[in-house]
């Protein structure tokens, strides 16, 4: 398959979450136009201590139910901070946005954090999630720091239940439950 140069992109359109950028890529003698939804990236947390996985049980509102997931959220709160810190170490932001996500929604404060995995969206949607393990923490004096409309419940569940919830599409955010159940499988403890 012969490799494209990507060309210089436009900006179509541009909100607080997501741009429409036109992106064209130059592959042999032919221009191929691509139009890409891109957002900031997020991170998600696979917090782990004895055999069990801290999941979060959040009312999402796009599902008009309780669904759940992993810890997480966004690198940058809006796609202009993200534009300006893009040629930047995007690791380093991400590893912080991690630790401040993790006290957010878990209350808890991170005191070993190692990168897993990155998932990319795809071609046309630009949208990465860095998962990180997180397997050393202490608890906040203070809890959990909610931000405001959001509902969350930190629950431990063993691997074989994290697995089960995986399955049966308790955790529907469909790319945490290929990277979960991959972390699950490397981690042996799978029945």
């Known amino acids: 398959m012969a490799k494209g140069k990507q060309l210089k992109e ?20 032919r221009i191929i ?3 890409v939804a891109k957002r900031s990236p997020g991170i998600r947390l696979i917090i782990v201590k004895n055999n069990k ?11 008009k139910f309780y669904d759940y997931r992993l810890p997480g959220g966004k690198v940058f709160d809006s796609l ?51 998962y990180f393990i997180v397997d050393k923490f202490e608890k906040n004096p203070a809890g959990q720091q909610l931000e405001h409309g959001e509902d969350i419940e930190p629950e431990w569940k063993t691997f074989d239940e994290a697995k089960n919830l995986c399955l049966n599409g308790k955790i529907s955010e469909d ?8 972390f699950l499988l490397k981690s042996g403890k799978l029945t």
């Open 80 to 130: 202009k901070e993200y534009n300006q810190n893009i040629d930047k170490d995007m690791m380093k932001h991400a590893i912080g946005a991690a630790k401040k996500e993790c006290i957010e929604e878990t209350g808890l404060i991170v005191k070993n954090i190692k990168h897993f995995q990155t998932s990319k969206a795809g071609l046309t949607v630009d949208w990465t999630l860095y």
């Open 175 to 182: 790319r945490s439950v290929g990277i979960l159940l991959r």
């Open 53 to 63: 996985i801290l999941l979060t049980k959040e009312y999402r509102y796009e599902l």
């Open 10 to 29: 436009r900006i179509e359109y541009s909100g607080k979450t997501f741009e429409i950028v036109h992106r064209p890529l130059k592959v042999k003698d």
């Open 33 to 35: 136009r691509l139009e």
